[in-house]
């Protein structure tokens, strides 16, 4: 590809990659074999993995005697307990939502958290700060918030999802009712299916048994194409960390029957996901260990774009593109109509109800644009400019992605 970038890794990110390659396939690959006699660089690497979320993640190389200071072993134990303390709250935390919910008639399965780290080989060391929930019938979302404040939580101010309702314990934790897989994208075509999935999928949940407790969540293929498009909806925004990359690795890793391999795929070509999906694939069994026989499976030859600038976006991003004001979002392509598509997007976001009535488009769009101004110049303090900049960056390499390119027109 021409005036492609170059992009390299420092010492401290490879040696990350090693590690966490090691821990997440187990037999499948080596710890590095040079052990580091550089304590600064160790210190970049728990830094690397603090601000991914992963660092917990590192602790079985203390457990293996793999050569560190004293003081990165030190500091590893003291992280990795805090976070098997953490998750152990978490997950009788959500244990009581999904049971309340239950009780009460209401199915829901568990989303990321609970679901997702049931596959790591140690569940306890995979992070997490708040609790996601799934309703199967959106329908029961008035009955099931009436469960939660019945439980003593209180609605957290200035949560405006379309796709979720976020509720808060008097600890401060925060518990995401969600009605929809994902937020809408801006393709109509995708979102009428994940709509149709819904009412597929909540006929193939299971209960899995995790750190000692059951729990509702979806079956593997469809956890893996909700995976995907959570990945999908932060990468459009201000991005994300290694986390999620990780979930990835241990997914797959893990055992995945013929079928849900199947319904996976099937969703990803129903919404012109296959080159976003084969993205994060390759870099996962390029990086994080993902074992290249099981990626294979999922591969569908889409993406043929350069894994080591995608693997630097995710880098940069950190956990979830918190540390950069001017990452806001991320645009198919670097095209006018590329912006005008996203602005109108974001538009109907803002208003879901008042954006369906054609005549209100024209003001809907002068509010959007004040509203975005405004926000950036009093609240992130960064100037328009800085943001289309950033997003121009960004948006770079995106055409070698796909994205909904295989779908009908929509209508």
């Not at 993205?279 to 260990?289: F, H, K, V």
């Not at 208003?351 to 609240?379: D, E, Q």
Request: a negative charge; hydrophobic letters at 40%.
């Amino acid at each position: 590809m021409s005036n492609r970038i170059k992009v390299t890794f420092s010492q401290s990110e490879n040696k990350l990659f090693g590690y966490l390659a090691a821990v997440l396939s187990g037999a499948e690959a080596k710890v590095p074999e040079q052990p580091l006699s550089d304590d600064g660089c160790w210190e970049e690497i728990l830094g690397l993995a603090q601000a991914h979320a992963v660092l917990p993640l590192l602790y079985p190389l203390v457990e293996q005697g793999y050569p560190m200071p004293e003081s990165v072993r030190c500091r590893l134990e003291h992280e990795s307990r805090r976070t098997v303390q953490q998750s152990y709250h978490l997950m009788f935390l959500t244990h009581y939502v999904v049971n309340g919910l239950e009780e009460a008639g209401i199915s829901s399965v568990v989303l990321k958290g609970v679901a997702a780290a049931g596959a790591y080989p140690v569940p306890e060391l995979r992070k997490s700060g708040d609790v996601d929930v799934l309703l199967l019938e959106p329908e029961q979302r008035e009955r099931a918030e009436g469960i939660l404040q019945g439980m003593g939580f209180a609605r957290k101010p200035g949560e405006n999802g379309n796709h979720h309702k976020v509720w808060r314990t008097d600890e401060g934790i925060d518990v995401e009712l969600h009605v929809m897989m994902a937020e809408p994208f801006d393709s109509e075509k995708v979102n009428c299916f994940l709509r149709e999935h819904m009412d597929q999928m909540r006929w193939r949940t299971q209960v899995v048994h995790v750190m000692g407790l059951d729990f509702p969540v979806l079956e593997k293929g469809d956890h893996a194409f909700q995976l995907i498009l959570h990945m999908l909806q932060h990468f459009l925004r201000a991005g994300f960390g290694l986390k999620l990359l990780c979930d990835w690795v241990v997914l797959w890793n893990g055992e995945v029957s013929q079928r849900e391999r199947e319904e996976y795929l099937m969703g990803i070509r129903q919404t012109g996901l296959e080159g976003f999906s084969d993205m994060i694939t390759s870099l996962c069994a390029e990086y994080l260990g993902l074992h290249r026989e099981r990626a294979k499976r999922i591969l569908t030859g889409t993406f043929q774009g350069p894994l080591e600038v995608f693997m630097r976006e995710i880098l940069d991003a950190e956990e979830f593109g918190l540390n950069e004001e001017s990452r806001m979002v991320v645009l198919r392509g670097n095209g006018l109509m590329d912006y005008i598509r996203e602005f109108h997007h974001q538009m109907r976001l803002g208003y879901p109800g008042a954006s369906r009535i054609l005549l209100l488009w024209p003001v809907l769009w002068a509010v959007t644009f004040v509203k975005f101004c405004w926000n950036n110049r009093k609240i992130r303090r960064i100037s328009f400019f800085e943001v289309i900049k950033r997003t121009k960056e960004r948006s770079r390499y995106t055409k070698e992605l796909h994205l909904f390119k295989n779908l009908e027109k929509d209508k």
